[in-house]
Structure formats: structure tokens, C-alpha cells
């Protein structure tokens, strides 16, 4: 195995916290989505009359498929983008278009996605969980931790072949 590069050893703290908090969500985010999805212990602490007034659902089945696929797999797949920065051919626009890893816009989309989320429960839902506050926490520290300098030098795409800088 290869010896980390001087980059890798000096993550700075904003991304190391944003690659702990997209791991943090995406393994919530997977064994939710599951509980949801198959009805396991979700029905009992989310009775299917709550989804009487949201639109166009009618059982937890898509709403745990968001929350697993997109938030929990999703995150997973991002967390590793940012801890080791590969390079996928089908994502350079998103790395021309903004100077970063794809995986810095993706971490802001998730965050974004997450504030969403939440914001929408509470709209739809009864009552105010404190997980809701967690994570939307969660999604707003997606959202400002990769805007900071620390983070966007890190990882910034150089000008010289689209590699990515130390």
C-alpha cells in the first residue's frame, strides 16, 4: 500500500469533521431509510396518518428510499470522495464548473438536500423531534463547513491537467 500523501496526512479539522459528519449520515441515514422502508420498527413511531398531509405519499416506502439511497448511500459514496479524491471521468464538469473535487459540491448538496429535508418535516409532520435539530444541525454544517478556506484550498483542483492539489 501506498505511504498517504503530505495532503492526506494533513487534512485540515473542517474536512476531517465534514468526512466524519457525511459518515455520520450516511450510516443513520442507511439503517433509517431500512426501518422505513420495510415497515420494521418505523411503524409504531411513525404512523402511516401522519403522511395524510403530505402530498402525493402515502406510506413511508419513498421516504425511506430517499433516506437511504440518496442521504445514507449517497453520503457514504461522498465521504469516500472527499478522503480520497478520486477521479471519475463523469463528474469533471462538476469539477470544471467550480475548481473543486466533486466531492466538495456533492457535500454541499447533501447539506443543502439535508436542510430540506427537515425543513420539510417540519412543515408536514406533527410536532418537533430533537433529532430534527440534530440533523438539521448536520445539514447546515454540510453546507458551511466545505465553504471554508481550509476546506476549499484542500480541495481545489489545480490548473495543470485537472490533477488535485496538495
Same mark, same amino acid.
Given at each position: 500500500?501506498?505511504?498517504?500523501?503530505?495532503?492526506?496526512?494533513h487534512?485540515?479539522?473542517?474536512?476531517?469533521?465534514?468526512?466524519a459528519?457525511?459518515?455520520?449520515l450516511?450510516?443513520?441515514?442507511v439503517?433509517?431509510g431500512i426501518?422505513?422502508?420495510f415497515?420494521?420498527?418505523?411503524?409504531h413511531?411513525?404512523?402511516?396518518?401522519?403522511?395524510?398531509?403530505?402530498?402525493?405519499?402515502?406510506?413511508? !416506502?419513498?421516504?425511506g +428510499?430517499? $433516506?437511504?439511497?440518496?442521504?445514507?448511500?449517497?453520503? &457514504?459514496? %461522498?465521504? @469516500? #470522495?472527499m478522503?480520497?479524491?478520486?477521479?471519475?471521468g463523469?463528474?469533471?464538469p462538476?469539477?470544471?464548473?467550480?475548481?473543486?473535487?466533486?466531492?466538495?459540491?456533492?457535500?454541499?448538496?447533501?447539506?443543502?438536500g439535508?436542510? !430540506?429535508w427537515?425543513l +420539510?418535516? $417540519?412543515?408536514?409532520?406533527?410536532g418537533?423531534s430533537s &433529532?430534527? %435539530?440534530? @440533523? #438539521?444541525?448536520?445539514?447546515?454544517?454540510?453546507?458551511?463547513?466545505?465553504?471554508?478556506p481550509?476546506?476549499?484550498h484542500h480541495?481545489r483542483?489545480?490548473?495543470?491537467?485537472g490533477?488535485f492539489?496538495?
Open positions: 500500500m501506498a505511504p498517504a500523501s503530505a495532503a492526506a496526512r487534512r485540515p479539522a473542517a474536512v476531517v469533521t465534514t468526512m459528519l457525511l459518515v455520520f450516511g450510516v443513520s441515514a439503517f433509517g426501518e422505513l422502508t415497515g420494521l420498527s418505523a411503524t413511531m411513525f404512523p402511516a396518518d401522519w403522511l395524510d398531509r403530505v402530498p402525493l405519499i402515502d406510506s413511508w !416506502v419513498l421516504p +428510499l430517499v $433516506l437511504g439511497i440518496g442521504f445514507g448511500i449517497g453520503s &457514504l459514496v %461522498v465521504a @469516500y #470522495g478522503l480520497r479524491r478520486p477521479r471519475w463523469w463528474l469533471a462538476a469539477e470544471l464548473a467550480t475548481g473543486q473535487h466533486w466531492s466538495w459540491a456533492a457535500t454541499i448538496g447533501l447539506g443543502l439535508q436542510v !430540506v427537515i +420539510l418535516e $417540519l412543515v408536514y409532520l406533527p418537533v &433529532l430534527q %435539530v440534530v @440533523y #438539521g444541525g448536520v445539514g447546515a454544517a454540510l453546507v458551511v463547513l466545505p465553504a471554508l481550509s476546506a476549499r480541495l483542483r489545480s490548473q495543470q491537467g490533477a492539489e496538495p
